[in-house]
């Protein structure tokens, strides 16, 4: 009787996460749906938190830089989801877009690509963009799939604000100096992934060198899930030329690991 109740436990909990996942994804999918529709600025306004912040170069707020944009933008933004996961009422979401220069006359310029990098949060039910940035590198093909991260992990709730707080801390301090290897690994997941200009996303096996941060970066935003499972921080260096960051952190048994960490140029 007993194993049934904890089977199941264990069937509505994958039914509520693969509920979640596909609700994020959906909600990725018909963000970039609405961009060639209506227009960059028009599908940006339409899925912006209230409290959303993005980096220009500093942080700013979000729903009030787009709403000062020009309403038609000379460029068309196609992009699609790689790769989601999702935790209680916070999620995210990576993969490659294309950016198609429109000419005066109409006419396509040769497309740039990059991969973009969103975290969104649920409020009243409906999944809603709460940080969203992207770095260049050399076109991709747009996927039809997402994969969902979370497989075969071992997030566990109860990840407490302190500690990612100091987990964020080690990382801005490695940031700002000689890329340390060992010491990089020992704050990341199995499965983490770097993003910067210039190179596709690298996978924590990949990685053997990173360019240090300009300064040390200090935070502005951080969120966990309710049931803490997953975290995302960002922040900025100050000078003369800002770099961001931004992460998203799962819990662990063995504390908070980093599983995507973006520098921005």
């Known amino acids: 009787m007993r ?47 209230d409290d959303a912040i993005v980096f220009r170069p500093g942080a700013t707020h979000a729903r009030t830089w787009y709403a000062g944009r020009p309403d038609t933008a000379p460029f068309r933004l196609e992009w699609a989801p790689a790769a989601a996961e999702a935790a209680d009422d916070l999620g995210y979401t990576f993969g490659p877009y294309r950016l198609t220069p429109i000419g005066a006359d109409g006419s396509d310029g040769a497309p740039a690509g990059g991969q973009f990098f969103s975290v969104w949060v649920l409020r009243e039910g409906r999944w809603r963009l709460l940080l969203d940035n992207g770095i260049e590198h050399a076109l991709q093909e747009l ?91 960002a922040g900025v260096t100050t000078g003369d030329r800002p770099q961001s960051y931004q992460r998203v952190w799962r819990h662990q048994s063995e504390g908070w690991r980093l599983v995507v960490d973006q520098v921005g140029d």
């Open 143 to 233: 996927p039809g799939e997402a994969k969902d991260r979370a497989a075969g992990t071992r997030a566990v709730e109860g990840g407490d604000e302190a500690a990612l707080r100091s987990a964020d801390d080690q990382l801005n301090a490695l940031r700002a100096t000689t890329f340390d290897l060992a010491a990089w690994r020992a704050l990341s997941a199995a499965d983490a992934i770097e993003l910067r200009s210039g190179q596709p996303p690298r996978a924590a096996v990949d990685l053997r060198d990173s360019a240090p941060m300009r300064a040390r970066a200090e935070r502005v935003l951080l969120r966990r899930s309710g049931d803490g499972r997953l975290a995302a921080t």
């Open 3 to 49: 194993a049934f109740a904890m089977f199941t436990m264990l069937l509505l909990a994958n039914g509520a996460h693969a509920s979640d996942l596909d609700a994020l994804v959906a909600a990725e999918r018909a963000f970039a749906a609405s961009s060639p529709k209506l227009g960059v600025k028009a599908a940006f306004l339409g899925v912006l938190a």
